[in-house]
């Protein structure tokens, strides 16, 4: 069985091989009612551009429907750009809402007892009165995911494009500002919560990367902390007179409770990771149970552009997406969301305006000695 592989080096000499691009100009609203983060409320996703592109004679990109790689092809025979239209037709994208989700508890479907071949990134819904403290609900909407098929006649490694850019729709967020009566500010800051992942095959095993655009360093976001979700209060969740902790973390370790850990009042706005403690109850002492008590939260992996870009056709980066060999077809599974977990996953983007450039690039290079 291929075993799974989320950091790969490779430093090979290559030729450009191709360029694939994809542009998204996505939109969510949002009904009156909000809650502070993980936001449950009606949202809906527009695209008004998609479109997966690629321009050399010896590659052509398909979506794999019922395993079976289909391409958009005019009258001749000859393979189009993956389109709008094509994709919906083609039952890619099945719903138009977006939702807060996340990637915790990976290892959950992403490990060496899976058949990684049919494998399908799984991610997990906000957190309510019914899905637990921990794992929480498998989603079954609220992002886009293409299953993806990628042909090549030659030995190829694919990568994300230094043209990618994932941003806020200034002009849009602005018109939705004023009709709204919204922060615009605010409204611009989903691009720093959104996520693209890619799962493939490179070489002989499998792996999984997570995009994280805008970004000198990746973030490291923590999977896990005190929310106020259940009652939309201004209370940390509490259960028997204890602050809960969310998330994924090691169960082993015993919590620490503390006065230190008790919040009074609020220096920056009232979120969903920034609320109040409820008078009566012991406040949990996440830095102190994680110092002296064996507590380890589980931190997002995310990749940034410099990692997963083609820096130049004489020097290979470290992250390619995936491998192709001469003459086949590679699967990838391309995951657009929004991480939960992300400070920046507040009410306040849940009306914003964006736009997504997906751009790939290619390198010719001999699969099998890599």
Not at 61 to 83: F, Q, S
Not at 94 to 121: G, I
Not at 211 to 236: A, C, M, Q, W
Not at 334 to 340: A, N
């Amino acid at each position: 069985m291929k075993k799974t592989n989320s950091n790969s080096s490779f430093h090979r000499n290559g030729k450009l091989l191709l360029a694939i691009g994809a542009l998204f100009s996505l939109s969510l609203g949002t009904a009156a009612t909000a809650t502070y983060a993980w936001y449950e409320v009606s949202s809906r996703l527009l695209v008004s551009n998609l479109n997966i592109d690629y321009n050399e004679t010896f590659l052509k990109i398909g979506l794999n429907v019922d395993g079976v790689p289909t391409y958009n092809e005019d009258e001749e025979g000859k393979a189009l750009p993956l389109t709008k239209e094509f994709l919906k037709a083609n039952g890619a994208i099945k719903s138009d809402k977006l939702q807060p989700v996340s990637s915790m508890y990976q290892s959950l479907w992403f490990n060496d007892e899976e058949d990684l071949s049919v494998a399908t990134p799984k991610f997990r819904t906000s957190y309510d009165h019914f899905s637990g403290t921990t794992k929480s609900l498998v989603a079954g909407d609220g992002f886009y995911q293409f299953d993806v098929a990628i042909f090549s006649s030659r030995d190829a490694l694919i990568y994300l494009d230094e043209k990618t850019t994932i941003a806020p729709n200034y002009e849009g967020n602005s018109r939705v500002a004023s009709r709204l009566g919204l922060d615009v500010d605010e409204l611009n800051n989903i691009d720093q919560c959104l996520r693209v992942s890619f799962y493939s095959e490179l070489v002989d095993s499998y792996q999984y990367l997570i995009y994280e655009p805008n970004v000198k360093e990746p973030s490291h976001t923590k999977f896990g902390g005190r929310l106020n979700i259940v009652d939309e209060d201004h209370y940390f969740d509490e259960e028997n007179g204890k602050e809960i902790l969310y998330g994924e973390y090691n169960s082993d370790a015993e919590l620490i409770y503390s006065e230190a850990a008790f919040v009074n009042e609020l220096s920056e706005k009232e979120t969903c990771f920034n609320a109040l403690s409820m008078p009566g109850t012991q406040a949990l002492d996440i830095e102190k149970s994680i110092e002296e008590s064996n507590l380890t939260i589980k931190e997002e992996e995310t990749y940034t552009l410099v990692d997963l870009a083609s820096i130049g056709t004489n020097t290979l980066p470290n992250m390619p997406l995936c491998s192709v060999h001469a003459n086949s077809t590679q699967r990838m599974v391309i995951t657009i969301y929004i991480e939960g977990w992300d400070l920046d996953c507040t009410e306040d983007v849940a009306s914003s305006v964006f736009d997504v450039n997906l751009s790939f690039s290619g390198v010719l290079a001999p699969i099998y000695d890599l």
